[in-house]
Nanobody
Framework: QVQLVESGGGLVQAGGSLRLSCAASGRTFSGYVMGWYRQVPGNERAWVATIAGHGLTNFAGSVKGRFTISRDDSKNTVYLQMNDLKEEDTAVYYC?????WGQGTQVTVSS
């Protein structure tokens, strides 16, 4: 059974940092694009960042320069480092790889 399990969410003050992790099990995603999305209640799930198998990264404009994405294929894990967090970053963050989604982790940024 393939699972993506996110961790690292929480409550942080504006300007602070969090690091999300997504650990995959049941199969390897080495060589595949992995990514992060986020969703606010009442809104559609929105793309945040992706990292290709060879390491090329892409970011949504709203997080560019503040977030970084990385992966450790030896651990089958992808990370999202979030710096200079803003209230508008508050959302449930989801990990995605191929057709698989994690269960999400809540990130709340307070003023």
């Amino acid at each position: 059974q393939v699972q993506l399990v996110e961790s690292g969410g929480g409550l942080v003050q504006a300007g602070g940092s969090l690091r999300l992790s997504c650990a995959a099990s049941g199969r390897t995603f080495s060589g595949y694009v992995m990514g992060w999305y986020r969703q606010v209640p009442g809104n559609e799930r929105a793309w945040v960042a992706t990292i290709a198998g060879h390491g090329l990264t892409n970011f949504a404009g709203s997080v560019k320069g503040r977030f970084t994405i990385s992966r450790d294929d030896s651990k089958n894990t992808v990370y999202l480092q979030m710096n200079d967090l803003k209230e508008e970053d508050t959302a449930v963050y989801y990990c995605h790889a191929r057709e698989y989604w994690g269960q999400g982790t809540q990130v709340t940024v307070s003023s």
